[in-house]
Every structure is written in C-alpha cells, then in structure tokens.
Nanobody, 127 residues
Framework: VELVESGGGSVQAGGSLTLSCAAS????????MGWFRQAPGKEREGIAT????????YADSVKGRFTISEDNAKKPTAYLQMNSLRPEDTAMYYC?????????????????????WGKGTLVSVSS
C-alpha cells in the first residue's frame, strides 16, 4: 500500500490550501483515512478523519476551518480543504490509512497504530 500526499505549500494567514492523499494497492473495502500533522517540537496529532461509511471527525483546533472529503470513484482517497489558515497550522501533514473504521474518531485515532502512512507534505503559514 502506498499513500502519496500532495498540495502542501506556503500561504499567508487567512489563506487556503487543499491537500490530497492518493492510495494505491489498498486491499480492503473498509477503511479509516486520516490526516495528521506534526509541528516542530510538538507531538503528532490527528486532525481529520473519514471512514468507509462516510463518517467524519475533526480535532477542535481545525473544526469549522478544515473539511475532509473523498472521491467516491477512487476510494480510498482523502482530501483536506484548509481555510482560514493560521501560523499555528504550520506543520508537516501526513495521510494515514487503516482497515478499521472504529479507529477513526478523534481522539481515538491518536492512540492507535495506523497501518499505512504517507511521507508527508509541508504546510507553512506566515503571518
């Protein structure tokens, strides 16, 4: 299984970015797809998830600003629309996938081992 993230970059505060995660070779019909981020000196945190039933979950820090979605024709996929970006959103963003939807709800996803990970894409927000 390979997960490849794209869409990161540099943006000014208040701007928007959309991250994409493409999965290849995923062998299961059920899944939890999650976006995580890790800022320098901080722990990795799960910020948005979507499962194979279409249920979504968000961390409080991004709720109302970020939206996770998928392409029904290309499951599993995960997009992260990020609006109203803040300097504190600066981090490396990772996509992860797992065959167990029960792992998806935040904060559960922060304490379970996701099976597959991408290499990450950097998001930098300047003030």
């Amino acid at each position: 299984v390979e997960l490849v993230e794209s869409g990161g970059g540099s943006v000014q505060a208040g701007g928007s970015l959309t991250l994409s995660c493409a999965a290849s070779g995923y062998p299961y019909s059920s899944y939890c797809m999650g976006w995580f981020r890790q800022a320098p000196g901080k722990e990795r945190e799960g910020i948005a998830t979507i499962d194979s039933d279409g249920s979504t979950s968000y961390a409080d820090s991004v709720k109302g600003r970020f939206t996770i979605s998928e392409d029904n024709a290309k499951k599993p996929t995960a997009y992260l629309q990020m609006n109203s970006l803040r300097p504190e959103d600066t981090a490396m963003y990772y996509c992860a996938a797992d065959p167990f939807p029960w792992r998806c709800p935040i904060p559960t996803i922060n304490s379970v081992p996701m099976d597959y990970w991408g290499k990450g894409t950097l998001v930098s927000v300047s003030s």
